[in-house]
Nanobody, 126 residues
Framework: QVQLVESGGGLVQAGGSLRLACAAS????????MGWFRQAPGKEREFVAH????????YYADTVKGRFTISRDSAKNTVYLQMNSLKFDDTAVYYC???????????????????WGQGTQVTVSS
């Protein structure tokens, strides 16, 4: 079965950087969309970014555009989220997600994704 395992979270000062990784296994992900979401305490899970595995086309939430970069390494079956210029409001548990969609519209709703990792905590100190 599909497994997604996140890593790379931690504590960082505002303005700093972190790189999250999502190791995917259990199938080939060609044709899949791989997403990053986050959830802060007391808030809804929200979309961060996604990447089409085959084409590499990316899409970002406005709140992270220009600061975060999503990428994938097909040889390692791993998706990355490079986070720069981190802000206190970026503090959350970050989740990796995967789904196969029949069209190429942006997919920002958590319920649209069928596979999820366990999450990794990112804490940004102000």
């Amino acid at each position: 079965q599909v497994q997604l395992v996140e890593s790379g979270g931690g504590l960082v000062q505002a303005g700093g950087s972190l790189r999250l990784a999502c190791a995917a296994s259990g199938r080939t992900f060609s044709g899949y969309t791989m997403g990053w979401f986050r959830q802060a305490p007391g808030k809804e899970r929200e979309f961060v970014a996604h990447i089409r595995w085959t084409s590499g086309i990316t899409y970002y939430a406005d709140t992270v555009k220009g600061r975060f970069t999503i990428s994938r390494d097909s040889a390692k079956n791993t998706v990355y989220l490079q986070m720069n210029s981190l802000k206190f409001d970026d503090t959350a548990v970050y989740y990796c997600a995967a789904a196969r969609f029949s069209n190429l519209v942006a997919r920002t709703v958590p319920a649209d994704y069928g596979y999820w990792g366990q999450g990794t905590q990112v804490t940004v100190s102000s």
